[in-house]
């Protein structure tokens, strides 16, 4: 396949490079899904031209942490209103009956609003795998919409008459995890340069499984060369937890079973203390920060500002669609900035910063140096988004696009492929997908 295009004369390109290089009527050249050339007047023969005036471009989103499966349990009416533990006890019993088609399906939209949002490369932690589920059903909907997948095969394994949160039914044991994590990474994991699949090791938290789980599935990520993930320090029953279970602090707890490292990505991290950012920072362990998520849920707010001057990798994620409820990137991206200065002060987080989280940020956390920034060399992910329209008139800056600028992304591209184009995802049919959701969630309701 070679496939050449060239977008011409963007008002504004945030390259995000090292030097985060920002060129007024820039071009970018790309060809056979890599970045050939960033700069001023570009030219290539073949070269298929995409007009970028009246534009700011940007790399495609990256999002580090998400549940596309609950975007079938959006807005449930008794989880609404709950902290965590409740919230987690009214849900478990709704996915229990969700099967493969549930899964693939409620991907598919996840995914596609995503993609709609900017975002070209997205994690997912599936951690329940009921009525015949597998991690497989989570892939296939990328490939089918197009956009790169970190698919992380989660896991929970004590359930209610253990003493844990979930259902018995939602669990599973200890050993079948572990073979099933071999299974997918053997299967799908991709270690290669412009990688649209990779696989992660991701037990669900430290209170769904064992200490043993938690080791063992450290030694085996790091056997594969795969990366881990889970859920840390989301709130103070969090921390309660972590103190009155294992009597230490969540970031003690994951440095003991070998949870700290470049290789290892932590979602929330809301209450992490000046300690624990320094060992998270020591050790290059990255964050997913959830901010809609930490508002929705009443977590608290994150100590990104801490953890970007202490050298911690922090990138964004939506999380679930039960707790955002949405699955919308650059709002995302908005709303860290929001959040961090209402706790810090308004020169605590600039729209520029907070959407390096977004784009770089995120490629770091995901172990991706191929991803994340517009130069030469890198995998061809770019989003580009129309200031000329109602939400940037009247900005003077249109390149601060978490200030004043739209919501939806006018063209992306992943690996050099047009996944949306002029605001539509050229993929997969959209209304027939979203008529297979309310089909799937109305028989859910009523069984
Ligand atoms: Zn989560």
């Not at 975002?119 to 015949?132: A, K, V």
Request: overall charge negative.
């Amino acid at each position: 396949m070679h496939h050449c295009f060239l977008i011409r004369n963007a008002d504004t390109i945030l390259t995000m490079d090292d030097t985060r290089r920002e060129l007024k009527g820039g071009d970018i050249l790309v060809r056979d899904g890599v970045i050939e050339a960033v700069g001023k007047g570009l030219y290539d023969d073949d070269a298929q031209i995409i007009d970028g005036r009246g534009t700011v471009v940007t790399p495609g989103l990256v999002n580090t942490h998400h549940h596309l499966y609950q975007t079938m349990t959006r807005a449930v009416p008794a989880a609404q209103n709950a902290l965590l533990f409740g919230w987690l006890q009214t849900l478990y019993p709704i996915w229990a009956k969700f099967g493969p088609d549930h899964m693939r399906i409620s991907a598919m939209v996840g995914l596609a609003e995503l993609a709609l949002s900017g975002c070209s490369m997205t994690s997912d932690h599936l951690y329940l795998y009921p009525n015949g589920s597998r991690l497989d059903d989570t892939i296939d909907a990328a490939r089918l919409i197009g956009v790169r997948l970190h698919a992380t095969r989660g896991a929970m394994s004590i359930g209610e008459s253990a003493g844990g949160l979930p259902p018995d039914s939602l669990v599973e044991r200890e050993a079948d995890i572990l073979e099933d994590c071999i299974r997918v990474i053997d299967t799908f994991h991709d270690a290669s340069d412009g990688a649209m699949i990779r696989v992660a090791v991701a037990p669900c938290s430290p209170f769904s499984v064992s200490r043993e789980l938690m080791r063992d599935a450290a030694v085996l990520a790091r056997d594969k060369g795969v990366m881990m993930h889970t859920h840390l320090a989301e709130n103070d029953e969090d921390i309660a937890y972590s103190l009155e279970k294992f009597g230490c602090r969540p970031g003690q707890y994951a440095e003991s079973l070998g949870w700290t490292g470049p290789d290892v990505w932590h979602a929330h991290c809301v209450k992490l203390d000046a300690a624990e950012i320094d060992l998270f920072a020591k050790s290059g362990t990255g964050v997913a920060h959830c901010p809609c998520s930490n508002c929705r849920l009443g977590s608290g707010i994150a100590p990104v500002r801490a953890m970007r001057d202490a050298g911690v990798p922090v990138g964004l994620g939506v999380d679930g669609s039960a707790s955002n409820d949405g699955s919308n990137l650059i709002l995302e991206a908005r709303q860290s900035m929001l959040l961090q200065r209402v706790a810090f002060g308004a020169d605590k987080m600039s729209a520029r910063e907070a959407l390096e989280l977004a784009t770089r940020g995120g490629a770091e956390v995901l172990g991706r140096d191929d991803l994340g920034r517009l130069a030469a060399g890198k995998r061809a992910d770019i989003a580009i988004w129309d200031v000329s329209d109602i939400e940037s008139s009247g900005s003077w800056d249109p390149a601060a696009l978490l200030l004043a600028g739209p919501t939806q992304v006018k063209d992306l591209f992943v690996e050099g492929r047009h996944v949306v184009a002029d605001g539509w995802l050229t993929t997969v049919h959209l209304p027939e997908v979203l008529r297979q959701q309310s089909a799937l969630v109305k028989g859910v309701m009523d069984r």
